[in-house]
């Protein structure tokens, strides 16, 4: 039986999750003509869903 993670793990990836998503604001989002900022919210809504059933996924296994 492989040790269950610790809770500092699951905080560092939520961080770095966090970085990954101001990256992608800051510096996709200039780059994207202002026609086209009204679909990042999909697109940012898209990431939460795949990213956050995949913890909860995770955090199944785990416990």
Do not use: C, E, W
Not at 19 to 30: E, G, K, Q
């Amino acid at each position: 039986m492989p040790a269950p993670a610790s809770p500092g793990s699951f905080i560092t990836l939520l961080f770095i999750l966090l970085f990954l998503f101001v990256i992608s604001t800051t510096i996709i989002a200039p780059l994207l003509d202002v026609k086209h900022t009204d679909r990042l919210p999909y697109i940012g809504g898209t990431l939460g869903v795949f990213f956050g059933t995949n913890l909860m996924r995770l955090n199944n296994i785990r416990h």
